[in-house]
């Protein structure tokens, strides 16, 4: 195998190692609102955003690479799983379908969009590629939805170290494989990710589990 076709195998190796790792990181929560039967302390928008990305990211990996299509359905399996045990321990369970039919409409009218009325496939191709690179930063976006409320309490309670980590290797992995492919709808979209990824770095070394736990013994 030449030293080229054998780096991209390893880059794509390890884009699927990494993203599995990452999505694999909710099944703390899980395992939690199974224990606790409360949703307390795990954000429900990383689950819908990654799930609406993941079923996004499938038509466009049908149209160009394998290798999304792996990832991206086993994401999607996994996403949805944690999206139905979400619903089921929540009380604002009228709240929860709002967002999740909201984002799954647009996904669908999308998808019309794109199959229905864009017959070139090249075409086809770009605007998807577009549409997911919206999800994607919004799936990397969502964690730093409660970033005021981090700050105010100062505590990172809600926001996981796990993910960060795993949210940094898939991106930093995604983007450099996004390079080798000349691939700008699959570099583009994860660049956030570093970048939101060093964000919340910053937010555990600001606000370390330690204080954090000072800090809610203060409160009580």
């Known amino acids: 195998m030449e030293a080229g076709g054998l780096a991209d195998s390893l880059l794509s190796g390890a884009c699927v190692l990494f993203t599995l790792g ?5 099944l703390s929560d899980l395992k939690h609102m199974r224990m606790t039967r409360s949703v307390d302390s795990v954000q429900f928008l990383p689950f819908l955003t990654t799930d609406v990305n993941n079923l996004s990211w499938l038509s466009y990996g049908a149209l160009k690479e394998w290798t999304l299509i792996i990832v991206n359905a086993v994401g999607a399996v996994l996403q ?3 999206i139905l045990v979400y619903l089921h321990y929540c009380h604002r369970k009228r709240a929860v379908l709002l967002q999740t039919t909201t984002l799954l409409g647009v996904l669908v009218l999308g ?3 794109f199959w229905l009325l864009v017959p070139d496939p090249e075409m086809r191709l770009q605007h998807l590629g577009l549409f997911c690179s ?3 930063i919004s799936m990397y976006l969502s964690p730093l939805a409660d970033l ?3 700050i105010r309490t100062k505590s990172t309670q809600r926001l996981s170290f796990s993910l960060t980590i795993a949210t940094l290797l898939t991106s930093a992995s995604w983007t450099l494989y996004g390079f080798r492919l000349r691939d700008p709808y699959i570099v583009v979209p994860n660049l956030p990710g570093i970048l939101t990824s060093f964000i919340r ?3 555990f070394w600001k606000y370390p589990q330690e204080r954090d736990r000072n800090y809610q013994l203060l409160q009580t």
């Open 22 to 26: 990452m999505f694999s990181t909710g």
């Open 80 to 82: 949805t799983l944690y």
């Open 111 to 113: 998808f019309a969009y």
């Open 134 to 136: 919206v999800f994607t």
């Open 148 to 150: 005021a409320k981090v």
């Open 201 to 203: 770095f910053w937010l």
